[in-house]
């Protein structure tokens, strides 16, 4: 199958502070792109949708000021958790699909810790 | 969006075939039908999807029913690295989005 790699696999910040997860398909072209976050024993929530060169499309509920979202290569999406909360602590999960295919193809995730 | 219904544990034999269900009543004429898992502090892994026929990969083999409102997930020969969550999940036909449930959690004894 494709590989997803993610950026940091771990991070622990501080409060206020902002972090930046790095997303990369490493042997496919991601036309979309998709963020996910996994609160302990839970299942994952899918957090928006983006398609490369556009703005993302977030879920109801999730802030998009507060995470941001960039999509500027058919391999590489960022998401960056600004003004972090220990609310924010979760395992934020990334995946990518190329142009028609059904399947997508999803990174090992980063578990983020705000102190 | 249509909804699955997954039993929240299933426990198999090594070495034996594990099936796993799912209901999907609500399901329309287009909407794909995808199975994920995930091990534990790990992303998803892709393990098959169909629209209507059976279909079988290296990994597993997927039987959806004539009416389409239920599927199986059948892992011929369950070993103790398929221990893991396996998610059921409809993708619309016209939408990139894959919405979890709660899945099935298996546990595999040697």
């Known amino acids: 199958g494709a590989v997803v790699s993610q950026h940091p696999s ?38 928006a ?37 220990p609310e924010d602590s979760s395992f934020y999960i990334c995946s990518g699909k190329a142009g028609a295919v059904r399947e997508q193809y999803f990174g090992p995730g980063t578990r983020l810790t705000v102190t | 969006d249509a909804k699955t219904t997954q039993p929240n544990s299933m426990e198999s034999n090594e070495e034996e075939p594990v099936h ?22 790990q992303g998803p892994e892709y393990v098959i999807h169909g629209l209507t026929s059976n279909v079988n990969n290296r990994m597993a083999s997927l039987a959806i029913a004539e009416d389409r409102k239920s599927s199986t997930l059948i892992l011929h020969r369950a070993t103790l690295r398929d221990a893991a969550v396996y998610y059921c999940i409809l993708q619309l036909y016209n939408n990139n989005d894959m919405r979890f449930g709660a899945g099935t959690r298996l546990t595999v004894k040697p």
């Open chain 1, 10 to 47: 771990w991070v622990i910040c501080k409060s206020g502070t902002s972090v930046k997860i790095e997303c990369r398909s490493l042997d496919f072209q991601a036309t979309t792109m998709f963020w996910y976050r996994q609160f302990p024993k839970q299942s994952l929530m899918l957090m």
């Open chain 1, 49 to 85: 949708t983006s398609n490369e060169g556009s703005k993302a499309t977030y879920e109801q509920g999730v802030e998009k000021d507060k995470f941001l979202i960039n999509h500027a290569s058919l391999t590489l999406s960022t998401l960056t958790v600004t003004s972090a909360h």
């Open chain 2, 20 to 41: 796993l269900p799912c209901n999907h009543s609500t399901i329309s004429g287009t909407d794909y039908i995808h199975w994920y898992r995930q091990l534990p502090s």
